[in-house]
């Protein structure tokens, strides 16, 4: 059976299951290609402005976090592809070797940043120690779900890790939560940028849960057939 015709019998609903991982690297190009275009300031010199001084000033915890969430969204999406689970296990174990330290480097140098940076406008205490608790439930998580597939409890460790990857991966969709003052032409003040910044992390944390609760269910009779025939 060739290619074309192999992916003709594939069911929709597997279809379907194929394009989560591609979606969620195009929700990361955004964040990527913005930390992409801060390190290559900081490599070769640029300006510095009101924007970009504490990263002059202090670069380590920025080029930590921007290397190890560029890592572990782009090749995490990859860990929800289903289908490439089942053909190479192995893979999938080998690169979540690589992520975990690539998330918790994310998670904690995203908490360094919050402290050792000053606040900028207009974030203000609200957004700082937003990313505190964000940072923290993310690291947690990773670790939740490293010591369940330690224990074998491979439900568990696929919900923790669905979290700290959800969380981790928000930057994305904090671009869209910002939209409406983009659209405007002007800065969100110190309120707006909290609550963009917050819808962000809640919405990616809900989609999370509604997958974990969904893949949960129990296969209804008709399906489970289905599947084995």
């Known amino acids: 059976m060739d290619a074309a015709r192999r ?3 594939i069911d929709p609903v597997t279809r379907r299951a194929r394009l989560v991982p591609y979606s969620l690297v195009a929700l990361s190009l955004v964040p990527v290609i913005a930390g992409a ?3 290559t300031q900081l490599a070769v010199g640029a300006p510095v402005d009101d924007g970009n001084a504490r990263f002059f000033d202090s670069p380590v915890p920025v080029v930590l976090h921007i290397v190890g969430a ?3 969204c782009l090749l995490g999406a990859f860990q ?3 289908g490439l689970r089942r053909r190479r296990p192995g893979w999938h174990r080998i690169a979540g070797r690589l992520l975990i330290p690539c998330g918790l480097t994310a998670a904690l140098s995203g908490m360094w940043m919050a402290v050792a940076y000053d606040v900028p406008a207009p974030d203000g205490t609200g957004v700082m120690v937003l990313r505190l608790v964000v940072g923290s439930v993310m690291a947690l998580s990773i670790v939740l779900g490293f010591a369940a597939v330690r224990r074998r409890d491979f439900t568990a460790h696929r919900a923790w890790m669905m979290r700290g990857y959800a969380l981790g991966i928000a ?3 904090q671009a869209f939560t910002h939209l409406p003052w983009a659209v405007a032409g002007t800065a969100p003040d110190e ?3 909290f609550a963009a910044m917050a819808a962000g992390w809640l919405i990616n944390l809900a989609v999370a849960e509604w997958f974990i609760w969904r893949s949960r269910r129990p296969v209804r ?3 489970a057939a289905g599947l084995t025939s």
């Open 37 to 39: 275009f801060r390190v």
């Open 221 to 223: 009779p008709a399906v």
């Open 191 to 193: 309120l707006g940028r």
């Open 7 to 9: 992916d003709r019998t």
């Open 171 to 173: 930057a994305g969709t």
């Open 70 to 72: 560029t890592v572990y």
């Open 80 to 82: 929800f592809d289903a």
